[in-house]
C-alpha cells in the first residue's frame, strides 16, 4: 500500500512540473514562461533571448526548438502567452 501510495505521488508531482513549464521556452540559461507568478516585460525577455525573428504589435517571434513561438504581451509589455506557431 505505502508503494502506491508513493507511486502515485512520484505521478503527481512529475505532472505539477510538466503543467508549470507547458506554456514556456529556454533561452541559454533562463526559462520564460507565461505561467510566472510576476509577469515578465518584453525587456526582460529581450535581455533573455536575444532580437527575435520578428516582431508585430504586441507579439515576439521567436525560433526555438525547430519551431517558432510567438510571445504575447498585454498592453502593459507583460509576458501574458506563449504559443507554438
Avoid: W
Amino acid at each position: 500500500m505505502k508503494t502506491a501510495i508513493t507511486a502515485t505521488t512520484g505521478a503527481l508531482l512529475l505532472l505539477g512540473v510538466h503543467s508549470a513549464y507547458a506554456d514556456s521556452i529556454t533561452c541559454g540559461t533562463h526559462i520564460v514562461s507565461d505561467d510566472q507568478t510576476q509577469p515578465q516585460t518584453k525587456g526582460e525577455i529581450r535581455q533573455k533571448c536575444g532580437k527575435p525573428k520578428s516582431e508585430r504589435g504586441n507579439n515576439l517571434y521567436y525560433e526555438h526548438a525547430g519551431g517558432t513561438y510567438r510571445l504575447h504581451f498585454n498592453d502593459n509589455g507583460e509576458l501574458e502567452s506563449i504559443s507554438r506557431e
